[in-house]
């Protein structure tokens, strides 16, 4: 199979709504990938839960919050901004489709599509780490 047939980008807002109506937790997503400055809480839910916040979802917005997620549906997700460079946010795959290298591609991806542009990790998770240092991605410094 040839992975990179599979590969999907989109705006953050509408990649939301697509993962709304096929039931993934973006939010939670973020949350795990601690990606925390883009949620809120919903006080009028139970338990409260996360989320995605409201001015990231405003189309109007887009200017301000110029985010995009290139995936492999229902297997693995880069959130990233652009802007003068490429900032990769949030690295997720799923569970059952981890070690298969999908994040590698979307990395990868996201390189080749924006060939004119630097790409710069934004993460402290170890293995977002470990694929960004192996494609001689540059990590952001705090």
Request: some cysteine; hydrophobic content about 35%.
């Amino acid at each position: 199979m040839n992975m990179t047939e599979q590969i999907q980008t989109c705006k953050f807002i509408d990649f939301i709504k697509i993962a709304h109506k096929n039931k993934i937790d973006f939010a939670k997503i973020m949350l795990e990938c601690g990606a925390a400055t883009f949620l809120g809480i919903d006080f009028s839910k139970p338990n409260y839960p996360y989320v995605i916040k409201k001015e990231l979802l405003d189309e109007s917005s887009y200017c301000k919050y110029p985010y995009y997620v290139t995936y492999y549906p229902y297997k693995s997700y880069v959130m990233f901004e652009i802007s003068e460079r490429i900032l990769l946010w949030v690295g997720f795959t799923e569970v059952k489709e981890r070690k298969k290298g999908y994040m590698t591609q979307l990395f990868k991806s996201i390189i080749e599509q924006f060939s004119n542009k630097e790409v710069v990790g934004d993460s402290h998770d170890k293995n977002m780490i470990q694929i960004c240092e192996s494609l001689k991605i540059k990590m952001h410094k705090d």
